[in-house]
C-alpha cells in the first residue's frame, strides 16, 4: 500500500542558501600615474590579452589589516589598462615592478 502525500513540500528547504564570500573595494593607481621601473603592490591583471599591473594605492595598502577578520577576502577591481572587470584574492598580492610592456 502506498503512502499519498501532497505535492506541496513541508519543512525546510532541501538546500541551504551558500553565503558569498565578503568582497572588498580597492582603489588601484591610473596609468599615468605609475612610474616606469618602480616597484608597487599589487596584482597582474587576469586577463590574458592584458596581463598588465594593478597596483594598489598608498591608501589602500594603509588599511590592509582591516581584512582580517574576513580571513581572505575577494578583491574586485576594474583593471585601468584593458576595461576588464576581476576578481583577486587580497592575500595573492604581490610587489612587482612596472614595465611599459606587457609580462607575456
Excluded at 28 to 57: D, F, H, M, P
Excluded at 76 to 88: F, N, Q, R, T, V
Amino acid at each position: 500500500m502506498a503512502i499519498k502525500r501532497t505535492h506541496k513540500g513541508r519543512g525546510t528547504p532541501a538546500r541551504k542558501s551558500a553565503t558569498t564570500a565578503p568582497i572588498r573595494h580597492v582603489e588601484i593607481l591610473r596609468v599615468a600615474e605609475l612610474v616606469q621601473n618602480q616597484t608597487y603592490t599589487g596584482w597582474l591583471c587576469k586577463n590574458r590579452s592584458c596581463g598588465r599591473l594593478l597596483a594598489l594605492t598608498p591608501a589602500s595598502l594603509a588599511g590592509a589589516g582591516s581584512g582580517a577578520e574576513f580571513g581572505d577576502p575577494l578583491t574586485a577591481i576594474h583593471c585601468p589598462h584593458c576595461g576588464e572587470e576581476d576578481l583577486y584574492r587580497f592575500s595573492a598580492r604581490t610587489d612587482i615592478v612596472y614595465t611599459t610592456t606587457s609580462p607575456g
